[in-house]
């Protein structure tokens, strides 16, 4: 018995592979739930997955085994021709014959563990034998070879850049070719080095990862290169076709893999699901939460409802929400959406996620939920009216959500508000996005402005987004896996007002606040955006106080502004795309509206011009 960290205990045994070399594989989890295989690439040995393995282990048959020459596998002799792609397949059905001898597994791969699993599902002879596969950062070698052919054979200056961008992305494959050189360097001071390279590279935590086979498996590792990659990309296989579901998972910060790589992938894969992730390279330990939920959605969807593995069809480039979603044959059709030609990176991103939204009973803080829902997010719709969330969150199940729930909380109570934190960790986790938008609108001259109203618009406007920032903020810093923190501002932020000093001073905070915390949780892979409208048609004109002014005057202003937000007309639905887009590219500031860009481009290039607008007095 051993341990694939602190917690998780897995048996081990060895099991005979191709040319009789013998690999350890270690089990967890009960053996009559669907097995999950989990393959380690390039320079690591299987305890890269521990921590995956650990969160998928109550859930599912997990496996692990050391490739051929790392680990406490054993050694091919001799190395060179020791590690083709067909003596790798030879040792996964091998493997897969000892582990579920009656049912197909579940195979993840990342980097080679990747690469090895693009084999596995695309040759015919391990068909019946796998039931689905799921690709981190590491591509089918055929597929590449055919993705330079076509850039080469018809070039573009786009194809000719991506060639070249993939080119000095792969440099250390060049390395890696070079006799005895690398060895020497795994060997020496690289393997010494390689562990506090990946904690400064990667933000990897000192966790006993990497192993202290490393040098040694690096070494080894270095003839899945010389035996494989000069080979497949020159005469690449006419028809790797995929024959089982594939899930594919793209960090967009990976320093050695182009996302573009994967541009002709629906070709070779009829059914295909796509997620992006910011992250680096070795997601398997900075995001193990994320892959865990995205390995646990898909491999759900894809088991036959009678447990035989059988793989079911999925939709081709559903996010895993969405696909399962089709695989139960949900009834109905679900609510036309907002994000239009964003629908498709949005549901590679947010697909199966968990977003939080705050003021979402109504106006933009609805329409985001919604539009998060559509991407095929889990939703969490926060709101003081427990009927509009619970709308809210019914809208987001029939929009696309696999998950959605409304939780009751006045943004303005800290108290009420540390409940909440605490209370959606325990039943939903931690979200990855958060988006700060309940807010309250106010109107008058400063003067007229008792401190009662800048209590209650500070209150609402500018603590309820400090105490979602404060408490969603600490989770996602002490998860480890990045997100993103969304607060709405206004174009009020950068608009000076006589009629709206309150207001705007709430908004200006605001956005100062999230340029502050946008530097701060930088270097933890979480970014904030603040989002600023103009005149958006909602119904916070209708709610918005005026101060100084009789009940009377007070109706007639709702009215008027009311009249002026319907002629401009601009939805909300524009504003949650402009979220959703914000998130997507991790932009600091977004003014929404022609009026918010117009003012944000004053503000920068002639203050003056808006002091001189402030001092007009609106005709309310």
């Known amino acids: 018995m051993s341990r694939m960290d602190g917690s998780t205990a897995a048996d081990e045994r060895f099991v005979t592979g191709a040319d009789g070399v013998r690999l350890c594989v270690a089990e967890s989890g009960d053996a009559a739930l669907p097995t999950v295989v ?14 995956v393995a650990a969160l998928l ?5 997990v496996v692990l085994y050391d490739v051929r020459g790392h680990g406490r596998s054993g050694v091919p002799d001799p190395l060179r021709g020791g590690f083709t792609l067909e003596k790798l397949t030879e040792d996964f059905l091998a493997v897969a014959d000892a582990v579920s001898p009656d049912r197909p597994v579940h195979l993840v791969g990342h980097d080679w563990g990747s690469v090895q ?3 596995f599902a695309t040759v015919p002879g391990t068909t019946g034998r796998l039931a689905s596969f799921t690709s981190v950062s590491g591509p089918c070698l055929d597929h590449f070879g055919h993705w330079i052919r076509r850039r080469v054979r018809r070039p573009t200056p786009r194809r000719a850049a991506q060639v070249l961008g993939q080119g000095v992305k792969s440099w250390y494959v060049y390395a890696l070719h070079t006799p005895v050189l690398p060895e020497a360097a795994w060997r020496g001071v690289l393997g010494k080095q390689w562990p506090k390279l990946l904690a400064r590279v990667e933000k990897l935590p000192a966790d006993g990862y990497p192993t202290a086979s490393l040098p040694e498996d690096a070494a080894h590792g270095a003839w899945l290169y010389r035996d494989n990659v000069r080979q497949r990309l020159g005469r690449p296989r006419s028809d790797p076709y995929a024959h089982v579901p594939v ?4 960090p967009t910060g990976d320093a050695f893999l182009s996302e573009r790589l994967y541009d002709d992938l629906d070709h070779w894969v009829p059914r295909l699901t796509r ?5 680096k390279h070795w997601v398997p330990r900075s995001r193990p939460q994320q892959l865990a939920r995205w390995i646990t959605d898909f491999v759900t969807g894809v088991e036959d409802t009678d447990g035989t593995g059988t793989a079911v069809p999925v939709a081709a480039g559903a996010g895993s929400a969405g696909a399962a979603t089709l695989l139960a044959g949900a009834p109905g059709k679900a609510p036309r959406g907002a994000l239009g030609r964003l629908l498709p990176a949005a549901r590679e991103r947010f697909g199966g996620q968990l977003v939080l939204v705050t003021g979402a009973a109504s106006g933009i803080g609805k329409a985001t939920a919604l539009a998060f829902a559509e991407a095929g997010a889990r939703v969490v719709a926060v709101d003081r009216d427990a009927a509009g969330a619970e709308e809210t969150a019914k809208l987001a199940r029939q929009t696309g959500a696999p998950e959605a729930w409304p939780e009751t909380a006045d943004v303005s109570d800290g108290p009420a508000m540390e409940a909440l934190a605490a209370g959606t960790l325990d039943r939903y986790g931690v979200p990855d996005v958060v988006v700060n938008n309940a807010g309250i609108g106010l109107a008058g001259s400063f003067l007229d402005t008792t401190p009662e109203d800048w209590k209650q618009v500070l209150d609402v406007n500018l603590w309820g987004v400090i105490h979602g920032c404060r408490l969603y903020g600490r989770q996602l810093v002490d998860r480890g ?3 993103h923190i969304v607060n709405t501002a206004s174009a009020a932020a950068f608009l000076p007002s006589r009629a709206l000093p309150a207001y705007s001073t709430s908004k200006a905070a605001v956005l100062m606040l999230s340029e502050c915390l946008r530097a701060e949780l930088a270097p933890h892979g979480i970014g904030v955006s603040a989002i600023c409208p103009g005149l958006v048609n909602t119904a916070i004109t209708g709610s918005a106080r005026h101060a100084g002014v009789s009940d009377q005057e007070q109706e007639r202003r709702r009215a008027k502004s009311a009249r002026l937000y319907r002629l401009r007309n601009y939805p909300p639905e524009k504003v949650a795309r402009a979220v959703v887009r914000a998130v997507l590219r991790d932009t600091a500031v977004v003014p929404v509206t022609s009026e918010a860009r117009g003012a944000r481009l004053l503000s920068r290039l002639s203050p003056g011009a808006l002091r001189a607008i402030a001092r007009v007095d609106p005709p309310l």
């Open 38 to 51: 989990l393959l380690h690439g390039y320079p690591d040995s299987k305890e890269v997955w521990s921590e």
């Open 57 to 61: 282990a109550d859930r599912f048959h």
């Open 247 to 250: 899930q594919l998972i793209t």
């Open 117 to 119: 699993g693009w084999e």
């Open 275 to 279: 997620h992006t992730l910011p992250a």
């Open 481 to 483: 896996e990045g997100g």
